[in-house]
């Protein structure tokens, strides 16, 4: 395997794995092992965690769409359930789409019925056939995941209003942060390039350019928790000693829900100034289609 340079400035491993591969992976080992950032089991903080995020989302695209009430959505890589369930408890018609339902099953049974197992551009493809249309897709934690992330965003145009908002996050890799820390000798190696987990790697910079190329405007980009500061304390250093991950973990959903315990909206503030500045281990980009 070789991690190569694209076009547009992301890196990507090639060959790419084929889909074959890819669905036995995660409908046997991904989320039933406890892979990338999710777990076999979660404390009640980090769940309320996820709920925040969540809500985070929401709250940016009320502040975009003016509080105009959102139809429905499409959520692709749905995963464990946790925005498909905020669409719902905000009225928001949504559907689901995932290579697995095991977490889905997992965490919100009653939502198993509104998402489909199965490739994601099949699905989508079939959805264009039935000129279908959202105000709001998100891709959360998928498009690193994807064979194939310009066909993924060609789709989510397709599909999205023409007044709707595509939600893309994803990890902020090889990130202005991660580089200073290679510089500084902080780490000794970019820790964040997990095969297969993460076929490809994007930051600020080439994620807008990718987006830009595929047609959409880029109307917000939102960090979070910058949990990756820690890689500049030697106590907290989780890239050289793996055993401080968790409590470091712990630490930023602490955090987290404390701010959001004071003001949720200011919280969302700090963490758009965050993003505008490229830091965030993981980056929103909401974005509408640019005619």
């Given at each position: 395997?070789?991690?190569?340079?694209?076009?547009?400035?992301?890196?990507?491993?090639?060959?790419?794995?084929?889909?074959?591969?890819?669905?036995?992976?995660?409908?046997?080992?991904?989320?039933?092992?406890?892979?990338?950032s999710y777990a076999v089991s979660y404390l009640p903080e980090e769940i309320e965690h996820f709920r925040l995020k969540a809500d985070l989302i929401f709250r940016q695209?009320?502040?975009?769409?003016?509080?105009?009430?959102?139809?429905?959505?499409?959520?692709?890589?749905?995963?464990?359930?946790?925005?498909?369930?905020?669409?719902?408890?905000?009225?928001?018609?949504?559907?689901?789409?995932?290579?697995?339902?095991?977490?889905?099953?997992?965490?919100?049974?009653?939502?198993?019925?509104?998402?489909?197992?199965?490739?994601?551009?099949?699905?989508?493809?079939?959805?264009?056939?039935?000129?279908?249309?959202?105000?709001?897709?998100?891709?959360?934690?998928?498009?690193?995941?994807?064979?194939?992330?310009?066909?993924?965003?060609?789709?989510a145009r397709h599909l999205l209003s023409s007044r709707g908002t595509l939600v893309v996050l994803a990890p902020n890799d090889f990130s202005k942060l991660h580089q200073?820390?290679?510089?500084?000798?902080?780490?000794?190696?970019?820790?964040?390039?997990?095969?297969?987990?993460?076929?490809?790697?994007?930051?600020?910079?080439?994620?807008?350019?990718?987006?830009?190329?595929?047609?959409?405007?880029?109307?917000?980009?939102?960090?979070?928790?910058?949990?990756?500061?820690?890689?500049?304390?030697?106590?907290?250093?989780?890239?050289?000693?793996?055993?401080?991950?968790?409590?470091?973990?712990?630490?930023?959903?602490?955090?987290?829900?404390?701010?959001?315990?004071?003001?949720?909206?200011?919280?969302?503030?700090?963490?758009?100034?965050?993003?505008?500045?490229?830091?965030?281990?993981?980056?929103y980009y909401y974005c509408s289609k640019h005619i």
């Open positions: 395997m070789k991690l190569k340079k694209t076009e547009y400035g992301f890196y990507q491993f090639t060959p790419v794995p084929s889909q074959a591969e890819l669905e036995k992976y995660y409908s046997q080992k991904y989320y039933q092992e406890g892979r990338g695209l009320q502040r975009l769409h003016k509080n105009r009430r959102l139809k429905n959505a499409l959520d692709v890589g749905c995963g464990e359930g946790w925005m498909l369930q905020k669409f719902f408890q905000e009225k928001v018609e949504a559907r689901g789409i995932d290579l697995s339902d095991f977490a889905l099953k997992k965490f919100h049974p009653h939502l198993v019925k509104f998402a489909v197992q199965g490739d994601f551009y099949q699905v989508l493809e079939q959805l264009k056939g039935e000129k279908k249309s959202y105000d709001v897709i998100t891709l959360l934690y998928a498009i690193e995941h994807a064979r194939d992330p310009m066909r993924l965003l060609d789709d200073y820390a290679l510089r500084k000798k902080f780490i000794p190696k970019p820790f964040w390039v997990v095969y297969p987990d993460h076929i490809s790697y994007f930051n600020k910079d080439s994620m807008t350019k990718l987006l830009k190329a595929r047609g959409f405007k880029v109307d917000a980009v939102v960090g979070n928790n910058p949990i990756d500061l820690n890689l500049f304390n030697a106590n907290s250093n989780y890239a050289v000693d793996p055993t401080k991950g968790k409590n470091t973990h712990y630490y930023r959903v602490r955090t987290d829900n404390f701010l959001a315990s004071i003001d949720r909206n200011k919280l969302l503030d700090i963490y758009t100034i965050l993003g505008g500045m490229g830091v965030g281990r993981d980056l």
